[in-house]
């Protein structure tokens, strides 16, 4: 059977709607429970693919994980029974490569398989292999895996040669429990890092400076659990905020961190997006009536890459022309042919997008990553007609229950099954 979101687009959304806990952040956290000599309860994450996969990667490596509920999970890592992660489920994320750091630190060696996930640009670990070389491991990368060790993990200084989300959090894996202070220079500082060391720190690690550009980490001889609860997701809230912007109406995006949203706010405030901002939500009001601007992704607190397609979605149905320059992957525009089927008018030259706003019509499209994914939906809400999207278990990935919660907004979306 195939799958697919069907959705009749052109109804104004109007309604409130909750975002969940950070994918982001929670495949991080995670695997960072097995630096754990105890028990941690682990809030507010996600109920979606990757991090139920990512749970299964820690029962096949001899963790105990107990569903409290669907957002809470008990984890035991105190009788961990191997360093190697099952390759099968490693090398179908990204995020699979936290178990190298989390292994490595808390076992002294680690085989995982490289990271795999959504395909839209190269993925090289070589920041990543840098951290560990310098606290004193060796790593060998052979036939997809790789192969890292140390007698003694010891802290060091280690520069970011490009600032890198995966190498930081890495890094801040291996050290917490390394002899010494490791420092970490040209540290990425996206809001989930900073989730990333809340959780450590909650669990008896020392980590210092977050969120900033250099992170110092004293290393504890044990970390003996707590409790912890994930930030609200901020790749979801904007792709709900660009969602109402897009469909036209008033929608209120709860259980938000405004300040983490302040880079997508200001663009969308700039195109005619009435913006108002709460403690913990915001409402977005548009009357459709909206203008092109240009984009630039950046690491935090820059745009993110990962609200890209959907920005691009957005620009497709404005007036006027938009530009978006994506500076983080290579070869993030694959979906650009899908929203060309929907009438798009947008030309690509090397890491540029040249956009002309105009009407959409909907059409039969496949989602090629996460977020193109979810970009679609968006372009499909704004569109004249019905749109059918393939390949749906993209968007599963990092959206929990899509329908039934877009659907509470006036979305008309639904899942349908085709004989194949």
Same mark, same amino acid.
């Not at 050290?175 to 909650?202: C, S, W, Y």
């Not at 977050?210 to 792709?239: C, F, L, W």
């Not at 920005?311 to 983080?328: F, H, I, P, R, Y």
């Given at each position: 059977?195939?799958?697919?979101? +069907?959705?009749?687009?052109? +109804?104004?959304?109007?309604?409130?709607?909750?975002?969940?806990?950070?994918?982001?952040? !929670?495949?991080?956290?995670?695997?960072? !429970?097995?630096?754990?000599? %105890?028990? =941690?309860?682990?809030?507010?994450?996600?109920?979606? +693919?990757?991090?139920?996969?990512?749970?299964?990667?820690?029962?096949?490596?001899?963790?105990?994980?107990?569903?409290?509920?669907? @957002?809470?999970?008990?984890?035991?890592?105190?009788?961990?029974?191997?360093?190697?992660?099952?390759?099968?489920?490693?090398?179908?994320?990204?995020? &699979?490569?936290?178990?190298? %750091?989390?292994?490595?630190?808390?076992?002294?060696?680690?085989?995982?398989?490289?990271?795999?996930? =959504?395909?839209? %640009?190269?993925?090289?670990?070589?920041?990543?292999?840098?951290?560990?070389?310098?606290?004193?491991?060796?790593?060998?990368?052979?036939?997809?895996?790789?192969?890292?060790?140390?007698?003694?993990?010891?802290?060091?200084?280690?520069?970011?040669? @490009?600032?890198? *989300?995966?190498? @930081?959090?890495?890094?801040?894996?291996?050290?917490?429990?390394?002899?010494?202070?490791?420092?970490?220079?040209?540290?990425?500082?996206?809001?989930?890092? *900073?989730?990333?060391?809340?959780?450590?720190?909650?669990?008896?690690?020392?980590?210092?400076? !977050?969120?900033?550009?250099?992170?110092?980490?004293?290393?504890?001889?044990?970390?003996?659990?707590?409790?912890?609860?994930?930030?609200?997701?901020?790749?979801?809230?904007?792709?709900?905020?660009?969602?109402?912007?897009?469909?036209?109406?008033?929608?209120?995006?709860?259980?938000?961190?405004?300040?983490?949203?302040? =880079?997508?706010?200001?663009?969308?405030?700039?195109?005619?997006?009435? *913006?108002?901002?709460?403690?913990?939500?915001?409402?977005?009001? &548009?009357?459709?009536?909206?203008?092109?601007?240009?984009?630039?992704?950046?690491?935090?607190?820059?745009?993110?890459?990962?609200?890209?397609?959907?920005?691009?979605?957005?620009?497709?149905?404005?007036?006027?022309?938009?530009?978006?320059?994506?500076?983080?992957?290579?070869?993030?525009?694959?979906?650009?042919?899908?929203?060309?089927?929907?009438?798009?008018?947008? @030309?690509?030259?090397?890491?540029?997008?040249?956009?002309?706003?105009?009407?959409?019509?909907?059409?039969?499209?496949?989602?090629?990553?996460?977020?193109?994914?979810?970009?679609?939906?968006?372009? %499909? !809400?704004?569109?004249?007609?019905?749109?059918?999207?393939?390949?749906?278990?993209?968007?599963?990935?990092?959206?929990?229950?899509?329908?039934?919660?877009?659907?509470?907004?006036?979305?008309?979306?639904?899942?349908?099954?085709?004989?194949?």
């Amino acid at each position: 059977m195939l799958e697919k979101l +069907k959705i009749t687009g052109g +109804k104004q959304l109007f309604g409130e709607i909750a975002v969940c806990g950070a994918k982001n952040a !929670a495949v991080a956290i995670i695997p960072a !429970a097995l630096l754990v000599n %105890g028990v =941690c309860r682990i809030e507010n994450i996600p109920d979606i +693919k990757d991090v139920r996969l990512i749970i299964d990667m820690l029962v096949r490596l001899g963790a105990s994980v107990t569903y409290v509920d669907d @957002t809470t999970i008990e984890v035991n890592s105190s009788k961990l029974k191997t360093h190697i992660a099952p390759m099968e489920l490693a090398s179908r994320m990204r995020a &699979s490569y936290y178990l190298l %750091g989390a292994l490595l630190g808390r076992m002294n060696r680690a085989e995982v398989s490289l990271p795999g996930g =959504c395909n839209f %640009g190269t993925r090289p670990i070589d920041l990543h292999e840098k951290g560990f070389r310098a606290m004193g491991a060796t790593v060998e990368i052979k036939d997809g895996i790789v192969y890292t060790e140390a007698q003694q993990l010891t802290g060091t200084t280690i520069y970011l040669d @490009t600032v890198s *989300v995966g190498a @930081t959090i890495n890094i801040m894996l291996a050290a917490v429990l390394a002899k010494g202070r490791t420092v970490i220079e040209n540290a990425a500082k996206e809001p989930h890092i *900073v989730d990333v060391a809340n959780f450590l720190n909650a669990m008896g690690a020392n980590v210092r400076g !977050a969120g900033t550009d250099v992170i110092r980490i004293n290393g504890v001889p044990e970390m003996k659990g707590g409790t912890y609860s994930i930030i609200p997701d901020q790749i979801e809230a904007g792709t709900f905020m660009l969602l109402a912007a897009a469909a036209g109406g008033e929608v209120l995006v709860r259980n938000i961190i405004p300040t983490h949203m302040n =880079c997508l706010t200001s663009k969308l405030e700039e195109m005619g997006v009435n *913006v108002t901002e709460y403690d913990d939500s915001i409402r977005i009001e &548009s009357d459709g009536n909206l203008k092109g601007t240009s984009v630039r992704t950046m690491p935090y607190p820059g745009f993110p890459t990962d609200l890209q397609p959907q920005m691009v979605a957005l620009l497709s149905t404005v007036g006027g022309k938009s530009t978006v320059d994506e500076n983080v992957w290579d070869n993030r525009f694959q979906y650009i042919s899908e929203l060309l089927n929907m009438g798009a008018d947008i @030309t690509i030259n090397g890491r540029r997008a040249n956009i002309s706003g105009t009407t959409l019509h909907g059409a039969e499209v496949t989602a090629t990553d996460l977020r193109a994914g979810a970009a679609l939906i968006i372009a %499909g !809400a704004a569109a004249e007609g019905v749109t059918e999207i393939a390949s749906p278990h993209y968007i599963d990935r990092g959206y929990s229950d899509i329908e039934r919660r877009l659907r509470s907004i006036g979305v008309k979306i639904e899942r349908i099954f085709e004989a194949d």
